[in-house]
């Protein structure tokens, strides 16, 4: 099923649309996603839902199953919870030292507050691969 078809007898859109975006929303963070990974070497990833407690370790196990954990940025955010974190890898930590990760978590923070979870992410995956340079 491709996302715009319709689940057939039940007259709604697939479930892949019931999160918090639009499919114009999605659409531009997997640009901003692409934009960071082509233009830093590392790979970049957003998880949005539940997170279990300890937030901070599930989070690094989300991390940890990435393809390439050494080289991957994980963008965690639980909004119901109110919950972000951002998890570096060994080798993307040398480039995004913590102290930069806090400021683009404050940044994003300062957007999820004002409504815009989209906008937000779109805008630390931005700071994030800005601060990273080309790799």
């Given at each position: ?19 918090p975006f639009t499919t114009r929303q999605l659409l531009r963070i997997d640009e901003a996603l ?102």
């Amino acid at each position: 099923m491709t996302v715009g078809e319709k689940q057939v007898g039940t007259g709604n859109p697939p479930e892949v649309l019931d999160g918090p975006f639009t499919t114009r929303q999605l659409l531009r963070i997997d640009e901003a996603l692409r934009l960071a990974d082509q233009g830093t070497g590392l790979v970049f990833s957003v998880f949005v839902g539940g997170l279990d407690e300890p937030i901070r370790g599930h989070a690094e196990r989300l991390h940890r199953q990435l393809a390439e954990p050494d080289r991957s940025v994980l963008i965690a955010v639980s909004p119901n919870q109110r919950q972000l974190e951002i998890v570096t890898g060994r080798h993307a930590r040398k480039r995004i030292p913590d102290t930069y990760a806090r400021l683009a978590a404050l940044s994003m923070v300062a957007a999820f507050g004002g409504g815009d979870l989209a906008g937000g992410i779109i805008n630390g995956l931005d700071q994030l691969a800005s601060h990273a340079g080309k790799g």
